[in-house]
């Protein structure tokens, strides 16, 4: 058996328990209900908590996985720069306008190259396992890019 109540709700309030009856279709009354004994449940809180905590671990993974990933973009690109300053010979005056030229080439070729990788999803960042240690660069890389 079910006693009766008569509650007083805002209008603004009154439409949204309407609007979600309707969504639901179920009663406003079962609405209602459902809220007050969500409000009264001990374990209400626990639950919200719960959610949180879920929420908040799935952030700190996304941000380490972030980080993981900057900090093997960054030494990438410091090994690199590195290793072509070490191995790259200075150029005569009369080769450097052939070089920009050159370069600008290579540049767009790798723009290009760039945009297809991206465009189909790939990345550097999925090829290399977690573990990855220096023994995968070739020894001679290692020690001329070490020795700048």
């Known amino acids: 058996m079910r006693d009766r109540m008569n509650v007083y709700f805002p209008p603004a309030l009154l439409k949204q328990i309407a609007d979600l009856a309707d969504r639901k279709d179920l009663s406003r009354s079962a609405i209602v209900e459902a809220a007050v004994a969500s409000f009264?449940?001990?374990?209400g809180?626990?639950?919200r908590e719960a959610a949180f905590t879920r929420r908040l671990d799935r952030l700190s993974r996304q941000v380490q996985r972030l980080e993981r990933n900057l900090g093997?973009?960054?030494e990438t690109l410091a090994l690199f720069v590195r290793f072509w300053l070490t191995i790259t010979p200075p150029l005569p005056g009369d080769a450097q306008a052939a070089a920009q030229v050159k370069g600008r080439e290579r540049y767009e070729g790798f723009i290009e190259a760039l945009g297809r990788?991206?465009?189909k999803?790939?990345?550097l960042l999925q090829e290399i396992p977690d573990d990855v240690t220096g023994s995968m660069m070739p020894e001679s890389m290692v020690d001329s890019a070490d020795q700048s």
Do not use: E, H, K, V
Not at 40 to 43: G, I
């Open 117 to 119: 990788r991206l465009q």
């Open 121 to 123: 999803g790939q990345s």
């Open 45 to 47: 809180a626990d639950r």
């Open 40 to 43: 009264l449940s001990p374990d």
């Open 72 to 74: 093997i973009a960054t």
